[in-house]
């Protein structure tokens, strides 16, 4: 594969032993305790390089191009829960893009840097209690005081909410129509009036904390504003490209593992005097599962590939985006039925894969959305239609 070289297979090497050395061990007890210790592991990758490969090497990363993140994400699948790979990714591919982007260089000394070594944990806060998928209906407001904003809403869903130093955050900052009257603000949530008021109770990713946050009259300097005024929905849908590559690269390894773990399983479990890998529905449906995931990997790199060449792929993004999250619904629903009775078990794996991998259709743009940037691309969105 002429996109991955020498260099890719080190960090593949690398991630896949953080994986198996400080990761693994520790799942079981994180996802009962419902949080996994984000300043610690954040550090042990900082200082690994790996929460930087894509940043500016000014600012501690290490310049790579997007499919280094591809590479990472992929390996983060052999992961036996989905929570600490989904808060790595926040910090890497979804609330630093725009920062390292369009951050000017006080900020990103301030904020990308240590997010960058593993000192601080990064969120990123766009979701509202009432606007998800439609992102241009945050009602969360920044009114200019001096040189400050003063901030007033709330932010729902926020990976990391509980233990991150900072957000991200999308804000209105003026009565212009919905998509020009956005900016992003780095929003650290120690500041007074940030109120972390519940920690999620969630049915999958349970070892990644998610935070309903409340923002009353919180004070930020306006240079802690990510780029121009006014543009952060842009911003915001740029930054989405790399959240959702991510996002469907990260399901790619997980959902071989849960294939090839049915394929163990089945092969020892007996029923009606023979395994039940050897009926034909079975041992088919497995590999029909496998070609659509090896399917789901050329999407991801064909996106990857056009990105590194500067290519828009939003189009290619969001269908990696909304095939990963149909297809992880098929593989853990199919994988899980094998499995029977221990598939129906919390303590199985294939149970956690199925729970976990669900957030895949719903998080970071449902497949709905997907379908509407597409058609709307592909031009065939009627007029005046929702997205
Ligand atoms: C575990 C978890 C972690 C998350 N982490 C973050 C985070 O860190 N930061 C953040 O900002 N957000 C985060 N989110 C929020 C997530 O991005 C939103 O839940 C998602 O965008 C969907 O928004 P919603 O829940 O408001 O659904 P709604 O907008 O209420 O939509 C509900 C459903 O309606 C359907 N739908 C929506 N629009 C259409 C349409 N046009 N046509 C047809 N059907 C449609 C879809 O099936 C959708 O799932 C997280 C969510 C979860 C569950």
Known sequence: MTLFKDEHEMIRATVRRFVENELNPHVEQWEREGMFPAHEVFKKLGDLGLLGLTKPEEFGGAGLDYSFSVVMAEELGHCDAGGPPLAI???????????????????????????????????????????????????????KDGDDYVINGGKMWITNGIQADWMCTLVNTSDEKPHKNKSMVVVPLDAPGVERARKLDKMGMRSSDTAQIFLEDVRVPQRYRVGEEGQGFLMQMLQFQEERLWGAASLIKSLENGIQETVDYTRQRKAFGRSILDNQVVHYRLAELSTEVEALRALVYRATELYVGGEDVTRLASMAKLKAGRLAREVGDSCLQYFGGMGYMLESKICRMFRDSRLASIGGGADEVMLGIICKLEGTMPPRAMI
Request: charged share 20%; net charge negative.
């Open 89 to 143: 990714g926040v910090q890497t591919d979804m609330c630093t893009p725009a920062l390292a982007r369009f951050g000017s260089d006080a900020l990103r000394e301030e904020f990308l840097r240590p997010s960058i070594a593993g000192d601080l944990v990064g969120s990123i806060g766009v979701s509202e209690t009432q606007a998800g998928s439609d992102v241009a209906a945050i009602e969360t407001t920044a009114r």
